[in-house]
């Protein structure tokens, strides 16, 4: 398959994929609505970076190993799980903030930290595996030139990167901000809320 047709392909289907509600939109929400634009940016930053782990692997032909064992599933699964509820129930505790608008600036310790939840948030989703299956099947063949597999990878991060920015962005203008902060407190529960539901079903769905 020639590269831009593969990139063309690539670009439809993970912004299909990225655009479905889950983990992913959960906590970019989260962190925008309760920390501000640069928090949610950085998230998304984060997001993106935990594709390489999962394009890594793709690349090497471990996701169809991944894909295929019961046993390596079910440690993501709950790894993933456990993840997702114990950030949701940080929210579930969130306490009234001071003031009503989210700071702007973001400490470095707490930059790290943001990108680091966003990584482990992408990179530990047990459905990520077989997703990859799917999509480097469509476009990868075994005598693909590594550089083009990087191509692909680094693609798909940006695709990420792109769509995930563009909601933060659209969620910390001045007009959005301004109704959700009002009750910043109680979004940050129900977020958090739906964020013990997704790791709930994430460790209770059957994936295969």
């Known amino acids: 398959m020639e590269l831009v047709h593969g990139l063309l392909l690539i670009t439809v289907i993970h912004l299909l994929a990225a655009a479905a509600p889950g983990p992913d ?3 970019v929400t989260q962190q925008t609505l309760s920390k501000g634009r640069k928090s949610g940016l950085l998230c998304s930053l984060g997001i993106a970076l935990g594709l390489s782990v999962h394009i890594a692997y793709s690349a090497f032909g471990l996701a169809t190993v991944i894909a295929n ?10 790894l993933g799980g456990t993840y997702l509820a114990y950030m ?8 009234p903030r001071q003031s009503a608008t989210p700071a702007n600036g973001v400490a470095e310790s707490s930059a790290v930290k943001t990108i680091a939840t966003g990584f482990l948030c992408n990179a530990l989703n047990p459905k990520a595996p ?9 476009v990868l063949s075994p005598d693909m030139p590594l550089h083009v597999i990087a191509i692909y990878g680094i693609w798909i991060m940006l695709i990420q990167l792109a769509w995930f920015s563009i909601v933060a962005t659209l969620l910390a203008s001045p007009p959005v901000a301004k109704r959700f902060n009002r009750f910043g407190h109680y979004i940050d529960r129900a977020l958090g809320g ?5 790791g709930i079903k994430v460790m209770m769905t059957r994936i295969t």
């Open 130 to 138: 077989l997703y990859f299956v799917s999509l480097f099947t469509l």
């Open 69 to 78: 064992s019961s046993a390596a599933l079910w440690a993501i699964k709950i």
């Open 25 to 27: 939109f959960v906590m």
């Open 194 to 198: 739906a964020m013990v539901a997704l």
């Open 88 to 95: 949701g129930i940080k929210g579930l505790l969130s306490k």
